[in-house]
């Protein structure tokens, strides 16, 4: 950092990300080349802007700079990486790093090679405008690189444009980011009636003061960021967007790209806008739990590994806005140490699912390129052939599920105590209501996950392989293990020092407004209070030295004869066992999808073709789906309506130019008369 | 190591140990009360450790089909459980390892456990294990929120997360007869019954294909590894009685090392154990085995029972 100026680094990497596209496009006929280039130079230009933002939390002093400046017209698209900014940028490198090595192996799949150059570059322009995003230091520069980011994922959902449904989820993504864009236009536009210029700092602090209805704002802009973060009912892209890109980008997109949503509206919605209303933080505790459980029980339905991840990605945007919530919640009664707690959960809680979805996407890629198919129910058996990716596709099921001592724990641990202490330290009705309810969504969450993950894990890595291609697979190369490896560490590494994360932390959530002097919630690396001392802690790392002390024990007990541990085949219940017996992904759920019927309202064909006798079914068809609620009574007749409405435009445009040419007159003729009017 | 430290570790392997060896007569025991009523003579009450020592003789058996994960999900299991231990107040009014973690760091170790042996019993091929595994996972996430909630209620009344200084505020209360704590109790006990595996949630004592739980989960295990399960498993039961009984009637409980107080206590704990014991006997030769799809019926009545504590002594 000495050798450079800090407010140097960021145009320079964005520059520098500019050269590799520009490069990456010229080698497009020499794919090897361009994918080295533009992926190798993605991963130096990300340690970059990673190393501006630790700078920033390690020095407590923003940087700010300006990106391109007209001189005619005065105009300059600024930056301002503050803490919250550097946070996030933190959380973006941590993972865009890992996948830009990655897909040095990955795209040099030979159904990817041909595309080195397009998804090389397009990458690059996504990495760097979600930079942009993040760093923006006013409502121009965020705008045009939050239609760049939109715009750049897109072209990458369609990668594969010879797929109709690759298209339609591009298309899905497309329209309602619009829509989403469109709320945050008319909100900023509302802001900026009221401020002398468009630097979010003055915006935001200025502006709350001269709006009359700031309830109004709050929703604008939370529908504006929710569509991004993929909230419940907004929710419906996501799914079936995140799974069409290649693997490692929808590790990027559930990883990161989300989080720019969750990134505007801590920014914008929920601290932006003076001090949170009470009614803000209980709309965003009730959607965030909606959001937690219903992204984990879809999730749990779902038999392709890329789209029961992207469903995990929504109920993880839940449990972010579950402490998020809290700590509105918190702010709005004057605890700051609630608020605190619950600010510190949310924005730990973003770390921790970038690294362990990041690591579970990069897994389940490994695992789709190496089998050709994304169907748990074709694979199985994948442990004994790729063990590595098994070993951190496990850590990361533990991860996500909230187990001890790994990061998802961690942060789920202090959700739970923003709800808790909360609880504990107030007397409000409302909170006493809402508070337990939060709790009980969060652990009912949290166990569906994990139940998830033993289904997602045990009937892709583990018994017989299901198919011909889970049966041959072959481990991936070192260049997609080592990322995996790195990230699987990091899972432990945050969950065993959650002091170190959250004393890191603790500038990022002082400089929010409204939480000047706070009580350090880290005790020493290793552990984590929460509000007093006595109320509770934790040390992780200690207690899993007690486990694997645990271990030890039984290993010991069990030593003697483990080393002749005999092996026999397993029983088949007197039959053959086959891949066929196993116990498959849908019957797994099945107990789930029985006792949620009123949610799924599953539909079910059992059909036996029989050829002598009934008794004697020659062949079993079973088909098995779920409603898509949302998308059947919700933006269906949305659609309709809006079909309808423009159906009806179509008589005023009709193609006439004598028609368009009335128009203009009219108007003319109006604004003449309306101006002559008002003088 | 400072002396708190060298403290509470040898507290630690004590009450781990003690545990250990105090688990199987608990399921012995009710083996045999339940057979009393019955009728019939029932084991003697050692069967347990026969057993165990049997078990733990056995050569080791693995399935050709399985990986790692087959022989690490019973250690796992086993290690988490005893683990699980240190952090619940026994006969003294401290927890071993307090300090590291409350009631939500307990949790989340038993899940640890079950986790890591619902995945190996998937592991085998066999259909049994898949089944036990899926059945264990359901009931357990419907579970999960309820038991949260039972503990909150109890452990927010006093104001701490934390076991240890849980059942030393409780202690000087004493027994406090709240209506909520009733309620909280209730809705606990129902947990209990559905985490240990009982009558009606499910049966320990059938290998009947179509009803198991748990036991299909472990069915494909045999000689040291079984012995781990079934010990691990007979170590969470009373693990959570234990906690039941110094949570809701926190009586006898040392609140020292004084040799005779520590007497006292165990007294109280195994009589306390005892009775609750009694009570789970009762259930289970009382009552038929629900269906699958019941259970979340009795589970909802926990988790409404748990909101009703909180509501009576909050709102």
């Known amino acids: ?679 | 190591m400072s002396v708190e430290a060298l403290l509470a570790l040898v507290a630690a392997l004590l009450q781990a140990g003690g545990m250990l060896a105090a688990a199987p007569l608990l399921r012995t025991g009710i083996k045999k009360m339940k057979a009393r009523l019955q009728n019939r003579q029932g084991p003697p009450l050692l069967q347990g450790y026969y057993d165990l020592a049997k078990l733990l003789g056995k050569e080791s058996v693995q399935s050709e089909t399985a990986s790692w994960v087959y022989a690490a999900g019973p250690r796992a299991y086993f290690a988490t459980v005893v683990a699980a231990t240190t952090l619940v107040p026994v006969l003294v009014a401290a927890a071993p390892l307090e300090a590291t973690g409350g009631i939500l760091l307990l949790v989340g170790t038993l899940a640890l456990g079950r986790f890591a042996l619902a995945t190996a019993a998937l592991d085998t091929g066999s259909p049994f294990g898949g089944m036990g595994s899926s059945r264990d996972m359901t009931i357990a996430a419907l579970a999960e929120p309820a038991l949260m909630l039972g503990l909150f209620a109890s452990a927010l009344s006093v104001g701490t997360m934390n076991l240890g200084v849980l059942v030393r505020d409780l202690v000087q209360q004493g027994p406090s007869w709240h209506p909520s704590d009733l309620l909280a109790f209730a809705g606990l006990f129902i947990i209990v019954i559905a985490e240990t595996g009982r009558i009606p949630v499910d049966n320990p004592a059938t290998h009947l294909e179509l009803t198991m739980i748990h036991e299909a989960m472990a069915l494909e295990y045999a000689g040291p590894d079984l012995a781990l399960v079934e010990w691990a498993s007979a170590v969470k039961e009373l693990l959570y009685l234990t906690l039941l009984v110094n949570l809701f009637l926190p009586v006898g409980i040392a609140t020292g090392f004084a040799p005779g107080a520590l007497l006292v206590a165990l007294g109280a704990w195994a009589g306390k154990v005892f009775l609750l014991a009694v009570a789970v006997t009762l259930v289970e030769s009382t009552n038929a085995k629900l269906r699958l799809f019941r259970v979340p019926e009795l589970v909802s009545v926990s988790l409404g029972l748990a909101f009703l504590a909180l509501a009576i002594r909050f709102l």
């Not at chain 1, 994922?153 to 369609?158: I, N």
């Not at chain 1, 965030?288 to 029980?297: E, F, P, Q």
């Not at chain 1, 809402?434 to 289904?455: E, I, Q, R, S």
Request: net charge positive.
């Open chain 1, 1 to 679: 950092m000495s050798l450079l100026d800090p407010a140097d680094v960021l145009p320079a990497a964005l520059t520098f990300r500019l050269g590799i596209i520009a490069l990456a496009v010229a080698l497009s006929g020499r794919d090897f080349a361009s994918r080295v280039v533009a992926f190798a130079g993605s991963a130096i230009a990300s340690a970059g802007t990673g190393m501006l933002a630790s700078h920033v939390l390690s020095s407590g002093a923003d940087v700010e700079g300006v990106l391109i400046r007209h001189h005619a017209s005065g105009l300059s698209l600024g930056y301002d990486v503050d803490g919250l900014s550097a946070w996030f940028l933190i959380v973006l490198a941590v993972l865009a790093v890992p996948v830009a090595v990655y897909s040095l192996g990955y795209v040099a799949h030979p159904h990817l090679r041909h595309r080195s150059a397009f998804l090389g570059a397009v990458f690059n322009l996504l990495v760097g405008a979600v930079e942009v995003v993040l760093a923006a230091g006013d409502v121009l520069t965020f705008l045009c690189a939050w239609e760049v980011m939109t715009l750049a994922t897109a072209a990458l959902v369609v990668t594969e444009h010879e797929e109709r449904s690759s298209r339609r989820a591009a298309f899905l993504y497309l329209a309602l980011s619009h829509l989403g864009t469109g709320c945050l236009i008319a909100g900023f536009l509302t802001l900026a009636s009221a401020s002398p210029t468009l630097s979010f700092s003055t915006l935001l602090s200025q502006a709350p003061a001269a709006v009359s209805m700031p309830s109004v704002l709050f929703v604008l802009f939370f529908v504006g960021f929710g569509v991004k973060a993929g909230i419940v009912p907004l929710h419906v892209w996501l799914p079936e967007a995140h799974p069409a890109a290649p693997t490692s980008i929808s590790a990027l997109m559930s990883g990161v790209l989300i989080k720019t949503g969750i990134c505007g509206i801590v920014r914008v919605c929920a601290f932006g806008l003076g001090t949170p209303l009470l009614s803000w933080g209980v709309l965003v505790v009730l959607v965030g739990g909606v959001s937690a459980l219903l992204g984990v029980l879809y999730a749990l339905m779902q038999h392709d590994v890329k789209r029961l991840l992207a469903y995990h990605s929504i109920e993880n945007i839940g449990i972010i806005l579950l402490g998020l919530g809290a700590g509105m919640i918190g702010l709005a009664y004057g605890r700051s140490d609630v608020a605190a707690l619950g600010v510190s959960a949310s924005l730990y809680h973003v770390l921790n699912h970038a690294v362990f979805k990041g690591l579970l996407f990069l897994g389940a890629g490994g695992a789709v390129m190496a089998t050709g198919t994304r169907q748990i129910e074709h694979l199985g058996g994948l442990l004994r052939r790729m063990p590595w990716t098994g070993l951190c596709f496990l850590v990361g099921a533990m991860a996500i599920s909230g187990l001890p001592p790994l990061n998802g724990f961690a942060s789920e641990w202090l959700t739970f105590q923003a709800f808790l202490f909360g609880f504990r330290g107030s007397t409000e009705p409302l909170v006493h209501l809402l508070f337990p309810v939060g709790g009980a969504l969060l652990a009912l969450t949290t166990a569906l996950a994990a139940a998830c993950f033993v289904k997602a894990f045990g009937i892709t890595f583990l018994a017989l392989p299901r198919s011909r291609s889970a049966a041959d697979a072959r481990e991936s190369p070192a260049v997609m293990l080592a990322p995996q490896v790195v990230l699987a560490a990091l899972c432990l590494g945050l969950g065993l020092f959650p002091g170190f994360v959250l004393a890191t932390l603790g500038p990022v959530v002082r400089s929010l407004p409204g939480f000047a002097p706070l009580p350090d919630v880290s005790a020493g690396h290793l552990a984590m209070i929460s509000g007093l001392e006595s109320f509770d802690r934790i040390v992780p790392g200690t207690f899993g030295v007690a486990i694997l002390a645990a271990g030890v024990v039984a290993l010991l007990l069990t030593m003697r004869r483990r080393a002749a541990a005999r092996r026999v085949p397993t029983w088949g219940c007197g039959g053959e066992l086959t891949a066929a017996t196993e116990y498959t992904a849908t019957a797994f759920s099945k107990p789930l999808m029985m006792i949620f019927a009123a949610l799924y309202r599953p539909n079910r064909q059992v059909e036996a073709l029989t050829e002598v006798s009934p008794y004697f079914a020659r062949e079993v068809r079973y088909r098995s789906e779920i409603e898509p609620t949302f998308e059947r009574h919700l933006y269906e007749p949305l659609v309709r309506a809006v079909m309808r409405v423009a159906g009806g435009m179509k008589v005023l445009q009709a193609g006439s130019l004598h028609a368009y040419l009335g128009y203009v007159i009219a108007m003319v003729v109006t604004l003449v008369l309306f101006a002559w009017w008002s003088s």
